[in-house]
């Protein structure tokens, strides 16, 4: 690859160089044949450099193309994968138009790709309410060349949902492009049958779901972190009752660390001051505290604190409150804002707001309505330094975040852990305070998939050792066997 460098993007040679997951990902994508997995990654690198795929933004792309909607990534399968949609009624065959609609492909799995470090994906071909005018057997190929040329290891399925008859004769077509492997990856659905891959959480009405989702533009800082419920929203005095009384629940529990968070707001640096060893031992003195941060997303304007879960009990457990920590690190005011991709589950508070300079603040994130958290929840947290000439109110922070340009925002993402034993939290915080990771079933299916790739691979070298053992065994006796010949013939010669 070094000696043909002027095809590739350089950035993507030393990408290949330093990132083992990578190189990986081809290989088992090829089945570890070399000379396969070369031509492979000859062709994607050549492909990703005519495509600019490295430096492909909103702003190279025409605004009609994430507004018209044919493309998006929204939810999970019932396996936990990333679903990537493509609503085929929204797509008109254009020549003229294809190469940037076959780019907006490519910044979609980039996009992806780079925010889930290459975590595999779910296609699904929503051909509901399609006809003769929706077939592009061309641009039907490109996405096929991503998953089979220019992705490795990316695609788990394709869900075609309600295909025409009058498209059966293209799709035997593109199983001649997809090959063997691929083909075993399509899932031909109805709405009677296409919940056996993805729940109806996440399908849409017309495919017998209950997923609300619409996707829109703007913003694009993901399609599925939506604004979540804030503390003016709409909700009942149940609710609000049980909210007030968690908060001063919660108050009484972290009094302390709040005394100690006000005591120190005029210091920057406040929560690097406190060791590990000191968090650990109040946490084991606290432990309703599950919830509490026991590490610090270092950001260039926020600290944030937990950096990675927030942790939830089971509907047996009961907890149903998390805090979200923000520490500015600047010398101006930031604001922020928390999106979610489950804004029906979540009440925060506050959700869009502004933090002053070397201050701490806590936002509050709660469960409502009898839902209970799930491991596919996400939030987001969005932060901007503000002119210290601007105000901070509501009008003012609307806006701002009108205005600020994406390269200033700064953006952190936290993911949900349902805790669903009923071993006590101390444990649990324990187990946090030496930061032992949670696996959820993707993380757990990724490895296993990896696990029975390295099985498969020493158990084909075992398999070799043992041929090789048994020639050895066979060759050796043959050789036993000419020796004594050879002596029984000279012995009777001499007789």
């Known amino acids: 690859l070094l000696d043909k460098s002027d095809k590739y993007d350089s950035r993507d040679v030393e990408r290949l160089q330093q990132d083992d997951?990578?190189?990986?990902?081809?290989?088992?994508?090829?089945?570890?044949?070399?000379?396969?997995?070369?031509?492979?990654?000859?062709?994607?690198?050549?492909w990703r450099k005519e495509y600019t795929v490295n430096d492909l933004t909103e702003s190279v792309l025409p605004k009609w193309l994430f507004e018209n909607g044919a493309l998006f990534l929204h939810g999970y399968d019932k396996e936990g994968y990333k679903l990537f949609w493509f609503r085929v009624k929204h797509h008109i065959k254009d020549p003229k138009q294809q190469l940037e609609?076959?780019?907006?492909?490519?910044?979609?799995?980039?996009?992806?790709?780079?925010?889930?470090?290459?975590?595999?994906?779910?296609?699904?071909?929503?051909?509901?309410?399609?006809?003769?005018?929706?077939?592009?057997?061309?641009?039907?190929?490109?996405i096929v060349n991503c998953f089979t040329d220019y992705y490795p290891n990316f695609l788990t399925k394709i869900v075609i949902f309600e295909m025409p008859w009058i498209m059966n004769a293209a799709f035997k077509i593109v199983k001649g492009w997809l090959g063997p492997d691929a083909i075993s990856m399509l899932k031909f659905t109805n709405k009677s049958d296409v919940q056996e891959y993805i729940s109806g959480e996440y399908l849409p009405p017309h495919m017998g779901g209950t997923d609300s989702f619409k996707y829109s533009y703007p913003p694009l800082v993901d399609d599925d972190f939506q604004t979540p419920l804030c503390e003016n929203g709409p909700i009942t005095s149940e609710d609000e009752h049980e909210s007030k009384e968690e908060i001063d629940a919660d108050t009484k529990e972290t009094g302390e660390l709040n005394e100690e968070q006000n005591l120190n707001q005029k210091k920057m640096n406040s929560i690097e001051q406190i060791s590990k060893s000191e968090e650990t031992d109040k946490t084991e003195f606290k432990p309703k505290n599950a919830k509490k941060a026991l590490t610090t997303f270092k950001g260039p304007l926020l600290h944030i604190s937990p950096a990675e879960e927030l942790y939830f009990g089971s509907k047996e457990t009961g907890e149903k409150k998390c805090l979200i920590v923000l520490t500015n690190v600047t010398k101006n005011i930031v604001a922020f804002k928390v999106r979610t991709t489950a804004p029906e589950k979540y009440r925060v508070k506050p959700s869009n707001s502004s933090c002053e300079p070397g201050t701490s603040l806590d936002i509050v994130v709660s469960l409502h309505g009898g839902f209970a958290a799930s491991l596919q929840d996400r939030f987001l947290i969005m932060a901007a330094e503000m002119d210290q000439s601007s105000g901070a109110g509501i009008p003012e922070l609307t806006q701002f975040w009108k205005e600020v340009p994406r390269t200033k925002v700064m953006e952190h993402r936290l993911r949900?852990?349902?805790?669903?034993?009923?071993?006590?939290?101390?444990?649990?915080?324990?187990?946090?305070?030496?930061?032992?990771?949670?696996?959820?079933?993707?993380?757990?299916?990724?490895?296993?998939?990896?696990?029975?790739q390295i099985n498969k691979r020493l158990q084909e070298q075992l398999d070799r050792c043992l041929w090789f053992q048994q020639l050895s065994v066979v060759l050796s006796l043959l050789s036993v066997t000419v020796v004594a010949f050879c002596f029984y013939l000279a012995y009777t010669q001499r007789s």
């Open 21 to 46: 997951k990578w190189v990986e990902n081809y290989l088992i994508w090829r089945h570890d044949v070399v000379d396969d997995t070369l031509k492979m990654i000859d062709e994607s690198f050549q």
């Open 101 to 142: 609609k076959k780019k907006l492909v490519a910044f979609w799995l980039e996009h992806y790709a780079k925010r889930d470090h290459g975590k595999p994906i779910t296609v699904v071909f929503d051909m509901a309410e399609t006809g003769i005018s929706h077939i592009d057997l061309d641009f039907v190929r490109f």
């Open 416 to 452: 949900c852990h349902v805790l669903e034993s009923s071993k006590p939290s101390s444990l649990t915080l324990k187990e946090n305070a030496f930061n032992i990771p949670a696996k959820t079933n993707e993380d757990l299916h990724i490895q296993l998939t990896r696990l029975l």
